[in-house]
């Protein structure tokens, strides 16, 4: 007979304890862009419901934002790093591929021997690395998560590129995953399709940069480096014909009717496609909505967690709320799951 492998005991239920985020101190009006792309700010304002956002200054890192959205996170659960099991890390825009920022952070928290690593799914990032904490501390195998969705993507973005040069922006979120007497996370609701990916894209990989360079070396020539790209229109395009079914499957799992929610908190994309998502899902006007996307633009995986932070401290919503979360982006990929809305530091 093979031998007993023991498990950790599990615990019935999961919930976010505490939220903390971090905004660059550097804001970005329409007016700052609008020339570079030959744009207006009525048009982006329009097109995406964006008047600013914050782009990170050079000691403003993956690190340190991530550092101080945790720190704030750790304070309003009341608890201290070392009560940390785990750290999982969500960012797209890391430029290192190690070590990991999650282990680095860590570190910087004063924790010691405590796992941690990186989640890349794009704008869906948060949502997926909630479901492994939230799983994790199901199965005994933490007692407490820090989850962190983090974005530097101002250091990806062509200032001339119409497409993208308003859109995306920099900013770090956090939550304290822990058990819990009642369910505060509900299932995930995820998936991915790869035949879209170049809807939102590098537009070319590092081996491809670095034989340019060396050509443009040997020749005297030039290059230009990789980019974040985005076909808006195929992504609206998937957005408003797919995410229903993605909210449906989440709500559905958690047993929650869309009319029994307190907050919508969706990816801040676009405010056009969080419009139709309240229309095709039937959303009542009662339900307090993140739009979080004004002021803040589109921080991807920091996106949920920033956004949701906003809905607390503007009184929109309050802790314990109940809250449908939906990550949508590169990949193309989504994550969502109805929670139970955190205390805010």
């Known amino acids: 007979m093979p031998t007993h492998i023991a498990t950790a005991p599990p615990v019935a239920h999961a919930a ?11 804001v970005v009006p329409n007016s700052e862009i609008v020339d570079k792309i030959d744009s207006s700010d009525e048009w982006i304002r329009t097109r995406s419901g964006i008047e600013a956002r914050h782009w990170a200054d050079a000691d403003e890192t993956i690190v340190s934002m991530s550092t101080a959205a945790a720190r704030d996170a750790l304070a309003a659960a009341g608890l201290e790093a070392g ?4 750290v999982i890390l969500a960012t797209s825009s890391q430029m290192v591929l190690g070590p990991s920022a999650g282990a680095i952070v860590a570190t910087e928290l004063g924790m010691h021997d405590t796992a941690a ?26 007692r407490h998560v820090l989850v962190i969705g983090v974005e530097r993507l101002s250091d990806l973005l062509d200032e001339h590129d119409r497409t993208c040069a308003f859109i995306f ?14 369910e505060g996370v509900g299932p995930v609701a995820w998936g991915s399709d790869g035949s879209q990916t170049a809807a939102i894209k590098q537009d070319k990989d590092f ?13 005297g020539g030039t290059t230009v480096r990789p980019y974040i790209r985005m076909n ?42 969080t419009d139709a998502l309240i229309r095709t899902l039937g959303i009542p006007d009662s339900v307090a ?22 809905l607390l ?33």
């Open 232 to 273: 808006g229109t195929a992504v609206f395009r998937w957005a408003v014909t797919f995410l229903e079914k993605a909210c449906r499957d989440a709500l559905d799992k958690a047993g929650v009717a869309a009319d029994q929610l307190d907050a919508f908190v969706p990816h801040q994309a676009n405010s056009r496609i």
């Open 169 to 182: 922006a920099d900013g770090a979120g956090a939550v304290v995953v822990g058990a819990s007497d009642n």
């Open 207 to 219: 081996q491809q940069y670095f034989a340019e360079v060396a050509e443009a070396e040997a020749t």
């Open 83 to 86: 009560q940390v099991d785990a």
């Open 289 to 310: 909505v993140a739009r979080d996307i004004a002021h803040t633009g589109n921080t991807s995986a920091a996106s949920i967690p920033m956004a949701m932070e906003q």
């Open 16 to 26: 976010l304890l505490g939220l903390g985020v971090y905004r660059p101190c550097r």
């Open 117 to 142: 690593f990186d989640v890349s799914a794009g704008c869906a990032g948060f949502c997926y690395a909630l479901a492994n904490a939230a799983n994790l501390i199901r199965s005994g195998q933490a």
């Open 313 to 345: 401290r503007s009184g929109a919503a309050k802790p314990g709320d109940t809250a449908l979360l939906l990550g949508f982006g590169a990949g193309l990929a989504y994550a969502g799951q109805v929670v139970n809305l955190p205390a805010i530091a």
